[in-house]
Structure formats: structure tokens, C-alpha cells
């Protein structure tokens, strides 16, 4: 017989994917999750911002579905106490995105006919909570960067009932790193979004580097990508191996990244712990060449990463933060 869970509801509509997430009321366990990508048609480098959002409206249905068959498979008859929605790209007033409000126009209805308390967060709040659901930073303010196909920040972080108090200290001067290894992975053919099809492209160069070396220009803890994609898209037109071109992006990243992290842990000076976000971030060979830079340059340094399936858009981040918002009723 199903027993009835005390549940909070996630809720997250990113321009890449519809993500639903319940997790427990009472200790903030992962109860279920389901996901549904956004399609782009072959040869496009993404989605217009009606479309992005008309496909969520879509998508709802057989995702809300999805969850609630997980939830019946474990036996749990879910009691929603809470529904926790994304509700903008970044924590400030100023950023705002449409497609965020597809997810909101559902979490309202959901909160206003079940009678139960509606949280809004940010995008970006969602990718460091579901960091932290695997790998809590302490108390103190940490270092995170959030990088996707949409934003690039870093980031003085501080956890709080509300989700995060961010302050931002370097960002994206032009492109952001997901958007150039898409422009990158579309010039080779690859489907969008490219970042895993290129990863697995670029695993054909074993453990090294290769011939090709893109610069990885940073600006204190700013990073810019204009530069590197140009000179990677000149290289796609001479011919050179396609495997070499994904791993010259994987390894300019990195670089920008360990440059860009270690700026901002020398000028905090105290801070020792970093927690990398995004779906940028589920790339191994990334995660592996910025944690060795930066564990050579930084003595002392702790760098967290979030599993590589949780640091895709999902929305069990924005489900833990509706938990701790109920937790301190």
C-alpha cells in the first residue's frame, strides 16, 4: 500500500530542458526526478525564446507524468507541502528570461489549487543546491562558478533559508562557455546541445592535450571566449582532426576557468572552498584539468563538483531550496 509522503515540488524551465524534482519535506532526500530536453532542429545553434517556452508548455504533461509514476513505484502517495520554482536566470531583479515563465505559470496554478506555500528562486541558485545536495560547502562563503550555455559567473557564495547571498565577482565578457562549445560543436557536425557529443569526440585523444592550443583569455576573475572561438572555427575550416579541435575547446575552457578561480581565491585570501556548477561542468576532462591546475597553484584548495548528471539543467536544486525554505516554518 502507497504510504503518503510529506513532498516539496521543484520546478525548472531552462532553454535546454522541462525539469520536475520532488524531494523530501521532512530531511530533504531525493524522492524522484524527471527531465524532458528541448528539441533543436539539426544544424541550429538553439531556440528562440517563444519556442523554448511553447515547448515546456508541451513538455509538462509527460514530465509531471514521469514523476508521478517514479513516486508510485516506491510506493509513496505524495502529500505536497511546498512548490519551489526557478523563476529567473540569477539572483537579482534585473535578470529576467520568458522561458522561466512557463515554469512559473505552472508552479502558481499547482501552489494556488493545492492551498501550499509557492518559493521562487534563480536558475543559478538551483545549479549550486543540487551541487550541494552532494557535496555541502561549510557555512562560511565559498567560491562557485556556474558556467552553462547561458551564464558564466564567479561568484562569492553564502548559503541562507532563501536559497544563496550571491556577489558576483567575474563573468562571461562575451561568450559564454557553453555557448562556444556548441558554435564549436555545431561546426563539426555535432547535434545541439553539443557539449556531451563533443566530450565523447574529444575522448579520442586519450588523456592528452594534442597539437591545437587555443588562448584562454581571463580579465582577472572575468573570462572571454570570442577570441578561442574564432580561431577554433579557423581551424574546423583548415581541416584539422575533429578530436584535436574538441579538446583544444575542453582544455581552453579549463584553463579559463582554473585562471579565472584562482584570481578570486587570492582576493578573497580566507577562502579555500570552490563548487563548480553548470552543465559545462559535467565534462571530465574539464573537471579533472581544473581541479590539477588549481590544487598545483593554490596549496590548500577543496574543489567541488557536482555529479556529472546534476550538473545538467535539473531541478533538484530548486526543489532543496523550497525543503530548506519549509524547514524554517
Not at 509522503?5 to 531552462?14: A, E, F, K, R
Not at 533559508?161 to 559564454?176: K, P, Q, T
Not at 563533443?198 to 577570441?227: D, I, W, Y
Request: contains cysteine; hydrophobic residues 45%.
Amino acid at each position: 500500500m502507497a504510504r503518503e509522503t510529506p513532498l516539496v515540488l521543484g520546478i525548472d524551465t531552462s532553454n535546454y530542458t522541462t525539469s520536475v524534482c520532488a524531494v523530501d519535506a521532512g530531511d530533504g532526500r531525493l524522492v524522484g526526478e524527471a527531465r524532458r530536453p528541448l528539441r533543436v532542429p539539426s544544424g541550429e545553434r538553439g531556440l528562440r525564446q517563444s519556442e523554448a517556452a511553447f515547448q515546456h508548455v508541451q513538455n509538462f504533461p509527460a514530465v509531471m507524468a514521469q514523476l508521478a509514476d517514479r513516486l508510485v513505484a516506491q510506493g509513496v502517495r505524495p502529500a505536497w507541502r511546498r512548490v519551489a520554482v526557478s523563476v529567473r536566470p540569477r539572483p537579482w531583479a534585473s535578470s529576467y528570461m520568458p522561458v522561466f515563465q512557463s515554469g512559473l505559470a505552472v508552479a502558481a496554478s499547482l501552489a494556488q489549487s493545492l492551498g501550499i506555500p509557492l518559493t521562487r528562486t534563480s536558475h543559478q541558485e538551483g545549479h549550486l543546491a543540487a551541487a550541494e545536495y552532494f557535496v555541502p560547502m561549510p557555512a562560511l562563503p565559498f567560491v562557485a562558478v556556474h558556467m552553462s550555455g547561458g551564464t558564466c559567473d564567479v561568484v562569492m557564495a553564502r548559503r541562507t533559508v532563501f536559497g544563496y547571498s550571491i556577489a558576483r565577482l567575474g563573468e562571461s565578457l562575451d561568450l559564454h562557455p557553453g555557448q562556444f562549445v556548441d558554435r564549436v560543436g555545431v561546426a563539426l557536425g555535432l547535434p545541439f546541445p553539443a557539449g556531451p557529443h563533443l566530450e565523447q569526440l574529444a575522448s579520442h585523444c586519450g588523456t592528452s592535450v594534442g597539437e591545437l592550443v587555443l588562448k584562454a583569455p581571463v580579465r582577472g576573475a572575468s573570462m572571454s571566449f570570442s577570441g578561442p572561438l574564432t580561431a577554433a572555427l579557423r581551424a574546423v575550416e583548415a581541416g584539422a582532426p575533429a578530436h584535436e579541435v574538441a579538446r583544444a575547446v575542453e582544455a581552453c575552457v579549463a584553463r579559463s576557468v582554473a585562471k579565472a578561480v584562482e584570481y578570486a581565491v587570492r582576493r578573497e585570501q580566507a577562502v579555500r572552498h570552490v563548487l563548480i556548477a553548470g552543465g559545462v561542468a559535467s565534462n571530465q576532462f574539464i573537471q579533472s584539468s581544473v581541479r590539477a591546475r588549481l590544487e598545483r597553484r593554490v596549496p590548500g584548495i577543496a574543489v567541488a563538483f557536482a555529479p556529472a548528471e546534476f550538473a545538467r539543467d535539473n531541478a533538484l536544486g530548486v526543489a532543496t531550496i523550497g525543503y530548506w525554505r519549509e524547514s524554517a516554518r
